[in-house]
């Protein structure tokens, strides 16, 4: 009896705990993403045009495929896409975790052991580029106007999430593409709770020196910033 009771006693505990994390976790996702980091930025009028873009859930970072700073066609390469098509003018990168790239293509898909994974940090990472010809400013499609400068600070931070092999990007082989113009490349770093894709996009716009949450890990806390 004695050992049934302090048994219940240990997983009351114990749940109490995992409550008082969930709550914890969710009040600061709340609050943090809230509170803005270069607020104050002077805004060019004129400059490059970046894109911060939204599917809802996932955010990406969208950039010119050519400027003076880069070519990022000789990086991320026209011939990995399906369609090979060379006359896109946009190019967007999207970090995130690679069991939920390559095994999920809807939630219906999702495995314990992939959101497991994921959430821990136990799973490697995998960056989605994604050509476009045009973009469209709504809702879910900010315009951000950069300096040069902060136009590099943003290439170096892009580069440096890629995992490299001989100096080049490292193309993951794989037939879970999402469409025509899409591929995947091995990438740096673990996806958990306290670091998801929106908080990759985040650390990229604080990169460039643009407005961002003190931190996020969903695509509105930044999205409230670009209201």
Known sequence: MK???????????????????ILLYVVAVLILS????NANTEKPK????????????????VVPI??????WSEKVQFQHTKAKDTTANYLAFGWGDKGFYLNTPTW??????TAFNAASGLSTSAMHCTFYKRLTEDEQCKKIIITEQQYEQLVVFIQDSFQMKEEEAMKIETDA???????FYEAKGSYNLFYTCNTWTNSALKAADQTASLWTV?????????Q
């Open 3 to 21: 050992t049934l009771k302090k048994s219940l006693k240990v997983l009351f505990k114990t749940l109490l705990g995992i409550i008082g994390f």
């Open 34 to 37: 809230r509170i803005p980091v």
């Open 46 to 61: 004129q400059g490059i045009e970046i894109y911060l873009l939204s599917n809802g859930v996932h955010t990406d970072i």
């Open 66 to 71: 050519k400027s003076e700073t880069i070519d």
């Open 108 to 113: 219906a898909d999702l495995k314990f052991s």
């Open 177 to 183: 593409v999402y469409g025509n113009h899409d591929i």
């Open 218 to 226: 969903y695509d509105k806390g930044i999205l409230y910033h670009y």
